[in-house]
Structure formats: structure tokens, C-alpha cells
């Protein structure tokens, strides 16, 4: 992706494009999973920690991107579609690799919606599936194999 289509994603949530949030939402896009704010810090060895989490709690609060709670005590944050709002219908199904330890937008797999009793308000629903991720399934099965 040209650094454009970054400026791009972050003007579009109303976000001023500096230097450092182009740097960090690259590095997000470019992880291809969700990452913890510490996953962030071993990535970017030159920005700060506080630079980090003020980035991610910006970026949080203009719904650029979403955060995960994966049941492992450390949320992890991935970037959103462009289309996504983040309301309950936007929210989509993550998933946690138990080998690798690894968590996934599952975009393209909504939440199963939950009919709610009398009197509840629903606000999120937090969906995480549990197993093995992709490379670590194909590992799996080179060991049955040999
Ligand atoms: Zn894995
Ligand atoms: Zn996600």
C-alpha cells in the first residue's frame, strides 16, 4: 500500500496524518494479525511507549481501529474496514491461535446475533473462537504425515 492510501484511511476518521500515526497504522496493516500494545513496541523499536499508546487510544476513539479481548489478559488492537462503524452489526468474529498465540480478524464472519430477554441492552459482543490458525494447522499435519 502507498503511504497515500494511509493518509488516506486516516483522514477519512478525521484524524490528523502525522508521521508517526502513518508509521504506526502501516506497521498494524502490515502485521496481517492483531497486535498488542506490546506486539507495537517490539515492532517499532524507535517510538516510544507513550507515543504508542496515545496513538492507539487516538486511533481507538475514532474508530480506526477496534480492540480485541482475546481471553489472554492483553487486549489487541487491528485496523478496521473501511465501511466499518463498529457498531454491532459492523462486528465481526476473531479468532486466537493456542499454538502460536496469535489472534485474527475473521472479517468476513459476522457474529452470530443473540436474540437478548426483556430489558437488556446489548452494546458489544465480543466473539472469540479458539484453535489452531492456518500455518500452525498445516504444521500439525507434516507431523501426522512423517
Ligand atoms: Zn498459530
Ligand atoms: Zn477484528
Same mark, same amino acid.
Given at each position: 500500500m502507498e503511504n497515500n492510501e494511509y493518509l488516506n484511511k486516516l483522514t477519512q476518521r478525521n484524524i490528523k496524518p502525522t508521521a508517526i500515526r502513518i508509521l504506526i497504522l502501516r506497521t498494524m496493516m502490515q502485521s496481517e494479525r492483531a497486535v498488542s500494545l506490546l506486539d507495537l513496541e517490539n515492532l517499532l523499536d524507535t517510538v516510544g511507549k507513550p507515543t504508542i499508546f496515545r496513538t492507539i487510544t487516538h486511533f481507538l476513539s475514532h474508530r480506526l481501529i477496534h480492540s480485541i479481548d482475546d481471553g489472554t489478559g492483553s487486549l489487541k488492537y487491528a485496523v478496521c474496514g473501511?465501511? +466499518?462503524? +463498529?457498531a454491532v452489526e459492523d462486528l465481526h468474529s476473531h479468532f486466537y491461535c493456542e499454538s502460536c498465540h496469535k489472534t485474527f480478524c475473521l472479517e468476513n464472519i459476522h457474529i452470530p446475533m443473540v436474540e437478548l430477554p426483556k430489558g437488556f441492552t446489548l452494546q458489544s459482543i465480543n466473539y472469540v473462537l479458539k484453535g489452531l490458525c492456518v500455518d500452525c494447522s498445516a504444521k500439525l499435519e507434516h507431523i501426522t504425515i512423517t
Open positions: 473501511n465501511a +466499518c462503524t +463498529c
